[in-house]
T-cell receptor
């Protein structure tokens, strides 16, 4: 079974639209961490955010916000007023004990001008 | 700061050839990782090293070996390359340390190695 599911393979929006990328995870650990990474067309992976399982407060950073809900095992990522530079593949990841990292299959976001 | 450096950036091999992918980090991180990235499958962990002198299998270790040469360097070896190993390989490092430690630190990635096996 997939540890991290990103059901949206590809999303296309027009610039200035808001967009939400979904992430659903599965774990039996009580302590775990969730991450989002961005992979722009140039190919490098860029860390965006980390949350631990005990902190369900939503977080906002500029146009980015994250909604963590343990009840639904989800950690969704919203980009407000999207820009062309936001076009990338976004990965959600889960880390459990013993350095085990699991990445979702990624969501490709296309922001059109 | 160079961060995580991978060499080579591109490589084409013939089936059966061997090759070692090199990775070095200059951030004094304890943990290092090797992933492969295939279309539609995200990143899958091949091997990781929680600290100098230790290595452990990840999700897809078959066909690979690793060496944690020292704290800075973590190499990935393909002994007998197969077409199924055509992929983009990423090395990463993080501050997480020690076996049993939670990997709660963000990973820093290299730029990747595009490997094609004919």
């Amino acid at each position: 079974a997939q540890k991290v599911t990103q059901a949206q393979t590809e999303i296309s929006v027009v610039e200035k639209e808001d967009v939400t990328l979904d992430c659903v995870y599965e774990t039996r650990d009580t302590t775990y961490y969730l991450f989002w990474y961005k992979q722009p067309p140039s190919g490098e992976l860029v860390f965006l955010i980390r949350r631990n399982s005990f902190d369900e407060q939503n977080e906002i950073s500029g146009r980015y916000s994250w909604n963590f809900q343990k009840s639904t095992s989800s950690f969704n990522f919203t980009i407000t007023a999207s820009q062309v530079v936001d076009s990338a593949v976004y990965f959600c990841a889960l880390s459990e004990n013993f350095n085990k990292f699991y990445f979702g299959s990624g969501t490709k976001l296309n922001v059109k001008p | 700061n160079a961060g995580v450096t991978q060499t080579p950036k591109f490589q084409v091999l013939k089936t059966g050839q061997s090759m070692t992918l090199q990775c070095a980090q200059d951030m004094n991180h304890n943990s290092m990782y090797w992933y492969r990235q295939d279309p539609g499958m995200g990143l899958r962990l091949i091997y990781y090293s929680a600290s100098e002198g230790t290595t452990d299998k990840g999700e897809v270790p078959n066909g690979y070996n690793v060496s944690r040469l020292n704290k800075r360097e973590f190499s990935l070896r393909l002994e007998s390359a197969a077409p199924s190993q055509t992929s983009v390989y990423f090395c990463a490092s993080s501050e997480g340390s020690g076996q049993g430690a939670y990997s709660n630190q963000p990973q820093h990635f290299g730029d990747g190695t595009r490997l094609s096996i004919l």
